[in-house]
Every structure is written in structure tokens, then in C-alpha cells.
């Protein structure tokens, strides 16, 4: 498949069809000069214009250059296609602190989250005063992405935490088919998606009126590891399963659909009941509190991924969903969406909350012009 244009209104990444693998960063900045800052930006522009057409980071490349300096490149990608590589930048809060003179900038709906029940964050997973979110096909090429932008970077920022992904969680088209998380059940059925362009703008793309115009055309991102305590989940049955999410495992329709075979994308019918009077949706399913009946209409565009880090030394896969979720207004999407569920969703009893951050992700880059440079 062809590249994934770099410049443009908005920023790749958000709405491009999700890609399979992602490598995620979040970033200190540990200079104190706005000159240097920016810098960066300007590098860092130049460098993902580069690799996501599928070219080394710097001109001279991983080989070129002169021998007695380290290359411009790191090299493992050589030979590898564009893979539809995207990279997508977000400022953090904290990046609006004293030290670049942005505060006044903050946009209003950049808030810090609040606390939410239930939530055990550690603070080395979570928050940074900047995040690149690099999505391809192959796994080498956004590591690689990450890695010289890491490089690139160096004296000015540094990593503060990254999470590999391995598997979409979501559509983000509706080309694409339904990909399923670590529960086994397909996901992003109903998100929002890249032929949705009046919701799009309603629900995803932040306007000139929303008190920051230097945000315009961009989007606010939600960040959130979830541990998904997998193996409980499997010693659950498949009645109790598919009750938490009002759907069937199997095709993702949903549990009030006549039959299961190939209706994903039937409307709940949230008020029927059945002989006992009970709601076939209960009353505290994930999907009924995420509803956007249930939430002032408000919607998100989910685009997180599937991990597993390994084990965690309790004989338990450090597994999960990366989630990510790109929103015009975290103060009424992500936040009241959060405290809904996380007062009564009954999925809670199979996750955990480990990481959290939020970043205003500036509108994309017109071609001579660097990342987030309506900003400064
Ligand atoms: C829907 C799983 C966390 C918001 C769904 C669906 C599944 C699912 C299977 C149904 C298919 C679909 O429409 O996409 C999960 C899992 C999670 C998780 C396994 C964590 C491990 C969250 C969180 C939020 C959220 C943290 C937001 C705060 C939504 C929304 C929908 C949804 C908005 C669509 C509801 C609708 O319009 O029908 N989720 N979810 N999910 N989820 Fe989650």
C-alpha cells in the first residue's frame, strides 16, 4: 500500500485506517530553552516527513555519511517499505508549566484527569510533556521511528515511558474489518470512523471557537493502560462474558439481536426485555454505560492496541488493551464517559487502570512548516 501523506489539514494517525502495530513514547523535555524546543520540532519534522515516505531519517542516511560520525540513521530499517507509517505528535499539560512561556496558551479542555475510582496509576507509565505515537504494518519500522526521534532528540527531551502494541483494537474505517482485543471480542464495532464527517467535526476535530484557535483541526488524546487480568477472564463463562458487553463473542452483534449471525452492526435495542422483565442489555454493561445515550451524545475514536509485556513474575501475562481515544473535548467525552464506567461497568472486575495521559495533538503540518508551529 501507498504512503501515508505526511502534511495535511489534519495530523495522520487519527483517522488514517488503523495500522497494526504501534510503538508509543512519551517524553520529558529536559531543556529549558524554547529556541531548543523548537528545534526539536523543526528536526523531528523533517525526520517523519522522511521515514513515513519509507527514507532514512537524515540525508545521508544509516551509510552514507562520513565514517568517523554516527550515522544519521540507525539503520534497521533499511530495505523496509513506508509500511503506511504515521506519526502523530501531542503536547502534555505539563508542557504548559513556566518553562516555555506557553501557559497562557493552555487550551481550556488540555485539563489534567481527574482521579477516577478504582484507578492504581503509576506515575512511571504515566503523564509526559510530550507523546509521539508512531502506527505501521511492521513493528520494525515504528520502532525505528521512535527510536531516531529519540535520538534525534537527545539533550532536549528524553523518554519517559513507551508501550509497544501488537494489535489494532479498533477500526477506524469502515473498509476495515472488526479487529478483536484480549477478551477475544471484537472492538470499535461502533466507533467513530473516517466517513463519519459531520460527526467528525461535531465529535473529534477541535474549532477555532473552542478557546484555543492554535488547536484548530487538531484533537485531544486520551492515553490509558489497561492490565486486563486475563487469566480470570478465561475461568469466566461465555454467558457472563458476552453479558458484560451486551454482545455475542462470536459475531459482535448485539444480545437484544434476533439472531447471532452476522448482524455486528444492529442498533442495542437498550429497553427490551425479556419474560423476567429483566433488560437483555444489564443495566451496568460496558457498552450500555459507553453508550452515547448514556453520555450527553458524546463519542470518542478509539484507536488503542493489544499487549502483552511479557510476564509479571506471578506466573500472570502483563497483558492488556493500550487504549487511545482522540475526542474534540476530554471534559465531555473521555471524563464523563470514565466516570460512568468506572462507577458501575462490570467489566472492572477483569481490569485495571495503570497508566494515564492526555495531550493536545495540534492540527497537521503544511509543507514547510514544522510540528505544533501554530503554537509557538
Ligand atoms: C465499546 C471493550 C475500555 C469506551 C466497546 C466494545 C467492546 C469494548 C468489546 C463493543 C464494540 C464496539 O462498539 O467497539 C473494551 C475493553 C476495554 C474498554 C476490553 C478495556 C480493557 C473502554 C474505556 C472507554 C471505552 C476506558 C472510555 C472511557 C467505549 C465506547 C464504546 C465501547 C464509547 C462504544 C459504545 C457504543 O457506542 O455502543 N468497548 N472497552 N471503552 N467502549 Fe470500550
Redo the contacts with the bound molecule.
Sequence with gaps: AAAVPFYGVHQAGIVTPAQDRLHFVSFDITTTSRADLVDVLREWTKAAERMTAGEAAGDTGAVDGPIEAPPEDTGEALGLPASQLTLTIGFGPTMFDRRFGLAARRPPALVDLPAFPGDALDPARSGGDLAIQACAHDPQVAVHAVRNLARIGFGAVAVRWSQLGFGRT?STSRDQATPR?L?G???????LKAEDSALLEEQLWAAPGDGAPWMAGGSYLVA?R?R?HIETWDRTPLSEQQAI?G?FKGT?APTTSVDADDNEFDD?EFDTVTGASEPVIAMDA??RL???DQNAGA??L?RGYNFVDGSDGLGRLDA??F?L?YQRDPRKQ?IP??RN?ARSDT?NEY?KHVGSAVFACPPGVRKGGYWGDTLF
Design positions: 479498533s482485543n477478551f471480542f471484537k472492538d470499535g464495532t461502533r466507533n490509558r489497561m486486563m458487553f454482545r459482535g442495542f460496558h457498552t459507553a453508550h452515547p463519542r470518542l478509539r492488556g488493551l487504549f481515544a473521555f464517559i470514565q464506567l467489566m481490569v
